[in-house]
């Protein structure tokens, strides 16, 4: 968790050191999953910088609000002659999701970084990290009864995609609406990984953020 909050800032000094002009960035937005059918709702943290007038580079770290779901599973008796053996008990399976994203960005319709109206896109590239956890909602001996199956872990994805969107300058900062598609080429699991991920965790992800940014000048 810590590493996720000091990358950010480590690379939003680095861009400042490095560039007379950075757009800060911040939106809260939807990431949604095709096939698990999880929407997330994040808050997206970050910075546009640009290379010229048309171009320019985003950076951004995001993390969401926890899904939560009630769901059953089954708890089997360590001590078979334990009455009942087998027992169904009630859970809370919940995942959360962090991320680090950055990518290219052109705009080629409208306006240029600086200027009024315009529309852009580009490519994403995406390390994200999605948390699974189970709460036991029924009464029960945990030390005499093992879950089948319960959330626990963490499950990690990096994914490209494409990005586009729209921005409007105003003399406060800049309104802009971006959309993003990715798909994962690479997902891991952590070594205590359990629990069905299928319906949690999906490799290709709409994001959708209406933001605010503003420009800093050196």
């Known amino acids: ?28 937005g939807l990431n949604y999953g095709f096939g698990s059918g999880q929407l997330f709702k994040t808050l997206n943290l970050g910075v546009e910088i640009p290379r010229d007038e048309n171009a320019s580079i985003v950076i951004r770290a995001f993390a969401s609000l926890k899904n939560s779901k009630t ?9 078979l002659a334990t009455s009942p053996s087998v027992l169904m008990v009630k859970v809370k399976n919940g995942v959360t999701q962090f991320g680090l994203e950055g990518g290219t960005r ?3 319709i409208g306006s240029n ?10 490519t994403i590239f995406n390390v994200s990290m999605y948390r699974l956890s189970s709460k036991i909602l029924d009464d029960i001996d945990e030390s005499a009864y093992r879950f089948a199956e319960t959330n626990k872990g963490s499950v990690f994805l990096l994914s490209f995609g ?21 798909y994962a080429i690479v997902a891991a699991g952590s070594p205590n990984l359990t629990g069905n991920t299928g319906n949690q965790i ?17």
Do not use: H, W
Request: hydrophobic content about 45%; aromatic content about 16%.
């Open 1 to 28: 968790m810590k590493t996720k909050i000091v990358l950010p800032i480590i690379l939003l000094i680095i861009s400042l050191s490095a560039k007379s002009q950075v757009g800060l960035m911040i939106a809260p």
């Open 106 to 108: 052109r705009y080629f």
């Open 71 to 79: 769901d059953s599973t089954y708890a089997e008796a360590f001590d």
């Open 162 to 182: 494409l990005q586009g969107g729209v921005k409007k300058q105003f003399a406060f900062g800049t309104l802009f609406l971006d959309l993003s598609l990715s």
């Open 202 to 218: 999906s490799a290709l992800n709409f994001g959708t953020c209406i933001g605010y940014r503003r420009d800093i000048f050196r």
């Open 113 to 122: 970084f600086d200027y009024g109206f315009g529309l852009y896109g580009g």
